[in-house]
């Protein structure tokens, strides 16, 4: 049985982001209740998370798989055990994945190089954040009918491009979908090379829209990026880079992987605004991380034959 | 002075206009028409006109260093007397520093300034709002906000950086908000003195700053320029190295950079003096940087001079060198200055001098600094063969702290025009005159 890592999504190519986009409508609707039957799926999770850790023991229980969950208290990981040493007695204890979470980007890639079972990054440092990317696209082809409707469409990324995992995994998976990118921060906030990348660089959520975007894809704002070094302050990071009801009436969607600093990058009445995505973005989480976990075990091949 | 009810043309008849920016250089008739230079030619005639037989007329001065003192120390200058101390010293813009009390580093501040400005000065006087909050080199100023409500650039002029991090984020995000940087370059942990850290300094037994607090500021922020794209101005440069440095990065970086009449014509030789009034900062340096500085503006290195207009009340420089504050009064002196001391020594052309105090600011603030048809009549009369002697009673400032007090000086601005209204006028009656 073929079993494969999932650590970036700059790995991850067109037909295959279909296939998991398919496979996540049919987990979606119901098929394959019990792929991963008779599996072990680890989470291990050396950094907080809320969403991402729940819609992945969701994902995996529906599908019928061993839970456990290591995170960083209550495990030998409070006691500093390295993280390779974790993810080898994970391996040797019969792990058929491990889901990784880690603060320092490349853990996940690490890991992998030292277990046998695949490992699927959920979040390194400002690293990846490659299931991210996937129920966004998933998110986005509903919304827009499909997957082929994403091509050509423009999505501004607004706000922490520089520390946030989240856009380096969507700005590849936008790519492969075919929609145009650009990218709308201060430069303190944006990676050196981001226009030698090819990416338009935009100075407000205003001039996102005169560009055309269909999409406003929100980036969450750091607490400790607040303290006036990046950013002067919340009042004029939230005037520009901000989304507001008044933004509403181009029509654009709004996304936001969560959690949202409300009244910082997006106003409290557009988080749940029809034109806002974002619950429909949580929502998707499992029904991708099943497809993904499916796929990378290989259990996707038994239940496909 | 004009009268109301004349009409908005004036003819300038026989003037010597120089202008490196046009390339203007001879005697001609100058037609100004609703604000703005309509005409340059011969035998011009209007319904009014200056008989400027033996002047020259410039583009106007432009200053982008200066202190108003306002808001918080009216008492040493306020927009009236510092923009009135411009005029007369031949200036027809400014830029206004943000190290005043309050601070001028929220939008509320700026417009309440930009709004005075319109108002009191009698130039133009772009507003400039501090880079950090409070001036304290820790979080950034709003810059969008601030250039919204009317800030023309940003600058923490008085200070150094308290580090290189923070500078360099300060010109990601100043680059961001499209707000050009004016920065003091000065290590703090170098610069402990209180006077140039030379000969002079140990013989007076004053500590001293080191020509390094300057240089190896510079090069961090000529460094940080190039690599951020910021568009950056070094102000009062006054060294030799920092001036070299500046030259190196020249094709590297949008820099530009400055230095003041002061480093180019004294040295720390007053140091010696041991006299209140010559403390300043940067201070006076030895001769070798003083020459150094003269020709990186010769050569066009060092792009313009600004001024550094700094006063101060009396009771902060009648005081032992130590314990006086550091600055000098400068709008009213600085043409004449270098005029007696540089182009009569022989070691500026007049023509790089014009270039220097009005096209080359007059292009960085923006649609000032050349006589072209159609721009602004912002200009500066001068009458190169007046002599007069530097006195508390000629200074119109509301400070009287010049080094230059007591010297004679050859050249003296005679009138000075803002979009064709004469805002300081020693003509006399000609100003006026009817043909």
Same mark, same amino acid.
């Given at each position: 049985m073929?079993t494969r890592?999932l650590?970036?999504?700059? /790995?991850?190519?067109r037909?295959e982001?279909r ?8 987990f979606?609707e119901g098929?394959?209740?019990d792929?991963?039957e &008779?599996k072990?799926?680890?989470?291990? +999770? +050396?950094?907080?998370?809320?969403r ?7 994902a995996?229980?529906r599908?019928?798989?061993?839970v456990?969950?290591l995170?960083?208290k209550g495990?030998a990981i409070?006691?500093?055990e390295s993280?390779i040493?974790t993810?080898?007695?994970? /391996?040797r ?5 491990i ?8 853990a996940a890639a690490l890991?992998s190089r030292h277990t046998?079972a695949?490992v699927i &990054?959920?979040g390194d440092?400002c @690293?990846?954040?490659?299931t991210? *990317?996937?129920?966004d696209?998933?998110t ?6 499909g997957?082929? #409707?994403?091509q050509?469409?423009?999505v #501004?990324?607004?706000g ?5 995992r989240?856009?380096?995994?969507v700005?590849?998976g +936008?790519?492969q979908?075919?929609m145009e990118?650009?990218?709308v921060a201060?430069?303190t ?5 981001a /226009?030698?990348? @090819?990416?338009r660089v935009?100075?407000s959520?205003d001039e996102a829209?005169e560009?055309?975007?269909?999409v406003?894809?929100?980036l ?7 303290? @006036?070094?990046?950013?002067p302050?919340v009042?004029?990071y939230?005037?520009f880079?901000g989304?507001s009801?008044?933004h ?6 709004v ?5 949202? &600093?409300?009244g910082?990058?997006i ?7 029809a034109?806002?995505l974002?619950p /429909?973005?949580?929502? *998707? @989480?499992?029904c991708?991380?099943?497809?993904v976990?499916?796929?990378?075990t ?8 | 002075?004009l ?7 004036l003819v300038?008849?026989?003037? %010597?206009?120089l202008?490196p ?9 100058v ?6 230079? =309509?005409?340059?030619?011969?035998q011009?005639?209007?319904p009014?006109e200056?008989?400027a037989d033996?002047?020259?007329?410039f ?11 306002t808001?918080?120390r009216e008492?040493e200058?306020d927009?009236q ?5 411009a005029?007369?010293g031949?200036?027809?813009s400014?830029?206004m520093?943000?190290n ?18 319109e108002?009191?000065s ?8 501090a880079?950090h909050v ?5 979080r ?6 601030l250039?919204q409500a009317?800030?023309f650039c940003?600058?923490?002029d008085?200070?150094g950086?308290?580090?290189a ?5 300060a010109?990601l995000y100043?680059?961001s908000a499209?707000m050009p940087?004016?920065l003091?370059?000065?290590d703090h942990?170098l610069?402990?003195g209180v006077? %140039?850290?030379?000969?002079? =300094?140990?013989?007076a037994?004053?500590?001293?700053s ?5 240089d190896s =500021?510079t090069a961090?922020?000529?460094?940080l320029?190039a690599?951020?794209g910021?568009?950056?101005h070094?102000?009062h440069v ?6 070299a440095? $500046?030259g190196?990065?020249?094709d590297?970086?949008e820099?530009t950079a400055d230095?003041?009449?002061h ?14 009034l010559y403390?300043?900062n ?5 001769d070798g940087?003083?020459?150094g500085v ?5 050569e066009g $290195?060092l792009d313009?001079v ?5 006063? %101060? =009340?009396s009771?902060?420089k ?5 314990e ?7 709008h009213?002196t600085?043409f004449?200055v270098l005029?007696?001391d ?7 052309p007049l023509g790089?001098?014009?270039q220097?105090m009005s096209?080359?600011?007059g292009?960085?603030v923006?649609g000032?600094g050349?006589?072209?048809v ?6 500066t ?11 508390r009673?000629?200074?119109?400032s509301?400070?009287s ?9 050859k050249?003296?601005?005679?009138g000075?025009?803002v979009?064709?209204?004469?805002? %300081?006028d020693?003509?006399g009656a000609r ?5």
């Amino acid at each position: 049985m073929e079993t494969r890592s999932l650590l970036t999504l700059e /790995d991850v190519g067109r037909e295959e982001i279909r296939e998991i986009l398919d496979l996540a409508r049919a987990f979606a609707e119901g098929r394959f209740v019990d792929s991963l039957e &008779n599996k072990t799926v680890c989470l291990a +999770f +050396f950094e907080a998370s809320t969403r991402t850790a729940v819609s992945f023991e969701l994902a995996a229980r529906r599908s019928g798989a061993l839970v456990i969950s290591l995170s960083e208290k209550g495990s030998a990981i409070v006691k500093g055990e390295s993280l390779i040493d974790t993810v080898v007695t994970l /391996d040797r204890l019969g792990a058929d994945v491990i889901v990784l979470r880690h603060q320092a980007a490349g853990a996940a890639a690490l890991a992998s190089r030292h277990t046998s079972a695949p490992v699927i &990054n959920a979040g390194d440092g400002c @690293g990846q954040h490659p299931t991210q *990317a996937l129920l966004d696209l998933y998110t986005l082809s509903d919304a827009l009918g499909g997957f082929e #409707a994403l091509q050509g469409r423009r999505v #501004a990324i607004v706000g922490d491009v520089l520390h946030s995992r989240v856009a380096r995994s969507v700005i590849p998976g +936008f790519l492969q979908a075919g929609m145009e990118i650009s990218l709308v921060a201060p430069l303190t906030l944006l990676p050196p090379d981001a /226009d030698a990348l @090819g990416l338009r660089v935009l100075c407000s959520v205003d001039e996102a829209l005169e560009w055309g975007a269909d999409v406003i894809y929100m980036l969450r704002l750091q607490r400790e990026r607040m303290t @006036g070094a990046l950013i002067p302050s919340v009042a004029e990071y939230a005037r520009f880079y901000g989304v507001s009801r008044r933004h509403l009436v181009s029509g654009a969607l709004v996304m936001h992987p969560g959690p949202v &600093n409300r009244g910082v990058e997006i106003s409290g009445d557009v988080v749940l605004d029809a034109s806002s995505l974002i619950p /429909d973005q949580v929502a *998707a @989480g499992v029904c991708v991380r099943s497809a993904v976990l499916a796929l990378s075990t290989g259990a996707a091949q038994s239940v496909a034959a | 002075m004009l009268r109301d009810n004349d009409s908005a043309e004036l003819v300038i008849r026989q003037v %010597h206009v120089l202008d490196p920016a046009t390339g203007l250089d001879g005697t001609m008739d100058v037609r100004i028409s609703s604000g703005r230079i =309509a005409e340059i030619g011969e035998q011009l005639r209007g319904p009014r006109e200056l008989d400027a037989d033996g002047l020259h007329l410039f583009p106007g001065f432009v200053d982008v260093h200066a202190h108003w003192r306002t808001p918080g120390r009216e008492d040493e200058e306020d927009i009236q007397s510092g923009s009135a101390a411009a005029a007369a010293g031949g200036f027809t813009s400014v830029v206004m520093m943000p190290n005043t009390d309050p601070i001028v580093d929220s939008p509320v501040v700026v417009s309440g300034l930009v709004r005075r400005v319109e108002r009191e000065s009698r130039v133009r006087a772009h507003v400039s709002a501090a880079l950090h909050v409070g001036l304290a080199g820790e979080r950034l100023t709003e810059m969008r906000l601030l250039k919204q409500a009317g800030a023309f650039c940003v600058s923490d002029d008085g200070l150094g950086t308290t580090s290189a991090g923070v500078l360099r984020n300060a010109m990601l995000y100043a680059r961001s908000a499209g707000m050009p940087v004016i920065l003091h370059c000065e290590d703090h942990t170098l610069a402990t003195g209180v006077v %140039h850290d030379g000969v002079a =300094a140990s013989l007076a037994g004053l500590p001293g700053s080191p020509a390094s607090a300057e240089d190896s =500021a510079t090069a961090t922020a000529l460094i940080l320029a190039a690599e951020t794209g910021a568009k950056v101005h070094i102000t009062h440069v006054s060294t030799a190295l920092s001036a070299a440095l $500046v030259g190196f990065f020249e094709d590297r970086a949008e820099v530009t950079a400055d230095t003041t009449p002061h480093h180019l014509t004294l040295t720390e030789d007053l140091v010696s003096t041991l006299d209140g009034l010559y403390r300043v900062n940067p201070p006076l340096r030895p001769d070798g940087d003083r020459g150094g500085v003269e020709r990186a503006l010769r050569e066009g $290195v060092l792009d313009f001079v600004a001024t550094d207009h700094a006063p %101060h =009340a009396s009771e902060e420089k009648e005081l032992p060198i130590e314990e006086a504050a550091p600055g000098f009064l400068g709008h009213e002196t600085a043409f004449t200055v270098l005029y007696t001391d540089l182009v009569l020594g022989g070691r500026l052309p007049l023509g790089r001098l014009i270039q220097a105090m009005s096209c080359a600011p007059g292009r960085w603030v923006g649609g000032a600094g050349s006589l072209d048809v159609g721009a602004p009549a912002d200009l500066t009369l001068v009458d190169l063969s007046e002599e007069w002697t530097v006195g508390r009673g000629t200074l119109v400032s509301r400070s009287s702290n010049s080094p230059y007090l007591g010297r004679m000086l050859k050249g003296r601005v005679v009138g000075t025009i803002v979009g064709g209204e004469p805002v %300081h006028d020693r003509t006399g009656a000609r100003f006026g005159a009817h043909a």
